[in-house]
Nanobody, 128 residues
């Protein structure tokens, strides 16, 4: 049983930084491929970053490249999203997700449909 729980969301001003955490529990193969997504009301979930645990490969959406960094602490079983130079357009609910069992072929995908396990989300608000 995979369980994901995000934390670290807050309200910050433009240019500020936040670090989101995703506590991961459950079968390791099911959580080897992780993604961070965000969603605003009335819009679909946008995949913004992915992390693969064997090689440590990462990928980023153009909207966050150079500002956000995804990483994983294996000992703490936690995936992080470091967000710098935040902008008002980064305001959203942020979710972490895993591709689940047999999900290696979907590793690195930023499509929400490729992920089977989701956390409950954490809100990030950036004011100008």
């Amino acid at each position: 049983q995979v369980h994901l729980m995000e934390s670290g969301g807050d309200s910050v001003q433009t240019g500020g930084s936040l670090r989101l955490s995703c506590a991961v529990s459950g079968d390791n193969p099911e959580t080897a491929c992780m993604g961070w997504f965000r969603q605003t009301p009335g819009k679909g979930r946008e995949g913004i970053a992915t992390h693969e645990s064997v090689l440590g490969s990462t990928s980023y959406a153009d909207s966050v490249k150079g500002r956000f960094t995804v990483s994983r602490d294996v000992a703490k079983n936690t995936v992080y999203l470091q967000m710098n130079s935040l902008k008002p357009e980064d305001t959203a609910m942020y979710y972490c997700a895993s591709t689940g069992r047999g999900g290696w072929s979907r590793c690195g995908s930023r499509k929400s449909s490729d992920y089977t396990h989701w956390g409950q989300g954490t809100q990030v608000s950036v004011s100008s």
